[in-house]
């Protein structure tokens, strides 16, 4: 059954884990993991320290060329009446000055306790939800 707006934000901000999905200048669809906070109709996410390839990535790029951004979460269960999905599409914008992220990296640490001994130096991607969408098997 479909999700009500209301549901999906409530079953994704209750997510530990979600997937940002960004489209690159060319049109290639890029998905990667991601922790994150929700505030109201805003999602949070922050590069974090963990280690990578290159400081140059791809959701970045991504963004900075075209703000697009969508958040999925979902539950698989092998009972499969208990599988359900939330997504939130929005308009993304990167948070680079220090300042500006103080508030949103706070949201990620009351959330994830390993940022409160290695905050993410970010920056920090801001999405504000323009839909949110969903649906449950039961």
Known sequence: MRLTPGEARRRLGASRVARLA?????????LVPVTFALDGDVIYTAVDAKPKTTSDLARIRNLRASPRAAVLAD??????????????????RIID???AAASPLALL??????YLTAPPP?????????????????
């Open 22 to 30: 960004t489209v690159s200048a060319s049109g290639a669809p890029h």
């Open 75 to 92: 539950r698989y269960d092998e009972d499969w009446t208990a599988l359900w999905w939330a997504r939130a599409d929005g308009e993304a």
């Open 97 to 99: 000055d220090p300042a």
């Open 109 to 114: 640490a009351a959330r994830y306790a390993q």
């Open 122 to 138: 970010g920056p920090v991607i801001e999405i504000r939800v323009t839909r949110w969408s969903g649906w449950s098997a039961s």
